[in-house]
């Protein structure tokens, strides 16, 4: 088994690509590890050691190490535990868990607009920063202002900010004239 690595603009993560599926669908997001009570290869991530987050994504791990620790340290250990994971034949996730759709549900006057939202999001933003490692999904949307939940590599990222208002925000308010302004929300 090789398992490529890739740098994300979040000096903090390193996407790992194990050359198979990691999920069918979806995305599981683990920001410690008592809630990776449902993930046997998020367990084994932590357990390496200097690991403060994990996510998953279809083709790909992201793991967020500590701030005190080096990658050339901790890097050999989660390699080898996403290897010894997928060599166990042990499942990524618990049979009772399901991956989140990621956007939070809407209704009301507004949920024609949320829908376009939603959609803008899942064909043109969230292939994009899966590509960097992470996900962003819709978490509300109030008097023209969208609040965005951001995951993976993307959670804590120092162009995070420069991302949602440059990027999001501005595509968002072209589209959608209603949209005046993109927020983050804290998981």
């Known amino acids: 088994m090789f398992i490529q690595t890739e ?13 198979q599926k990691v999920l069918d669908a979806g995305t599981a997001d683990f920001p410690s590890a008592e809630a990776a009570e449902n993930s046997p290869l998020a367990q084994r991530i932590f357990a390496t050691g200097g690991v403060t987050g994990v996510f998953f994504g279809l083709d790909f791990v992201t793991v967020t190490k500590a701030d005190d620790v080096e990658w050339d340290h901790i890097k050999p250990g989660i390699l080898g535990a996403i290897m010894e994971h997928y060599q166990s034949g042990q499942p990524v996730m618990a049979a009772d868990h399901a991956p989140a759709s990621g956007h939070a549900e809407h209704t009301g006057e507004d949920s024609e607009i949320v829908g376009q939202i939603k959609e803008l999001l899942d064909t043109r933003v969230r292939p994009a920063v899966a590509q960097d490692g992470g ?9 023209g202002i969208v609040y965005l939940h951001m995951q993976g590599a993307c959670a804590g990222c120092p162009s995070s900010t420069l991302t949602l208002k440059m990027g999001i925000e501005n595509l968002l308010r072209h589209y959608i004239p209603e949209v005046v302004e993109v927020r983050p929300v804290a998981a």
């Open 7 to 19: 740098s994300t603009p979040n000096p903090a993560t390193l996407k790992f690509l194990p050359g």
């Open 135 to 143: 996900d962003i999904t819709f978490h509300g949307f109030d008097r």
